[in-house]
């Protein structure tokens, strides 16, 4: 009798225990913050130089992600995916000319993926250089961003803006027709509107 007594007792405290730390596991779950791109205010915008004079100017309407922590603590990681079909160009034209297989290969490859190396929240907050890989056409290699500085505090309910300013060559990506009508430079800059989300 004694004995079953001790394993009820011992049963009971494991289950009171229990009862007691799940809520609080179940806080930790649902407190957990990161930063959703609003894609309705977020956009990238890329130029091309034409004839080595004129620049030919492009953006993409929508860009969606989040910004979430990354593995160390205090670090951060973008994750972004931009539509090809998205974009929008000064004439019809020139919009199906960069959606066709020479450019951006839209059929085959319809989203532009960007993820980043994780950035410590200082960077983020004072400025710098913002590492990752991109992926367009199917092809990924490692681009680097110039970094305004961002306030995005964590608590804060208001929405905050990362601006990046980088650069790529189109021939990395497989971007090779038309090399003596257009630079394989293309600048291409991300203006993300990022909204706090808790999940």
């Known amino acids: 009798m004694k004995r079953n007594a001790s394993v009820l007792q011992r049963d009971t405290t494991w289950h009171l225990a229990f009862l007691l730390l799940f809520p609080l596991s179940l806080l930790a ?12 205010t977020s956009q990238a915008m890329f130029r091309v130089r034409l004839l080595w004079l004129e620049s030919v100017n492009g953006h993409f ?6 910004l979430a ?13 931009i539509p090809v079909d998205s974009v929008a160009m000064p004439t ?6 960069v959606l ?5 290969d839209a059929q085959h490859h319809p989203t532009i993926h960007f993820v980043s190396n994780p950035i410590a929240q200082n960077e983020l907050d004072d400025g710098g250089t913002l590492t990752g890989y991109l992926t367009l056409r199917g092809v990924t290699a490692p681009i680097h961003f110039a970094l305004q500085p961002a306030h995005c505090a964590q608590l804060a309910p208001a929405p905050c803006r990362i601006l990046l300013r980088g650069n790529l060559q189109r021939s990395t990506f497989g971007m090779t ?3 003596l009508a257009l630079s394989d430079s293309v600048d291409l800059n991300l203006s993300i509107t990022l909204q706090r989300e808790t999940r």
């Open 100 to 104: 066709a297989p020479s450019f951006f």
């Open 92 to 97: 019809s034209r020139m919009r199906q000319w």
């Open 69 to 81: 922590p990354g593995p160390n603590p205090g670090s951060w990681v973008v994750n972004a995916t």
């Open 177 to 179: 027709s038309n090399r």
């Open 61 to 66: 309407t929508h860009v969606d992600g989040d």
């Open 29 to 40: 779950a649902t407190n957990k913050t990161d930063f959703r791109i609003d894609p309705d």
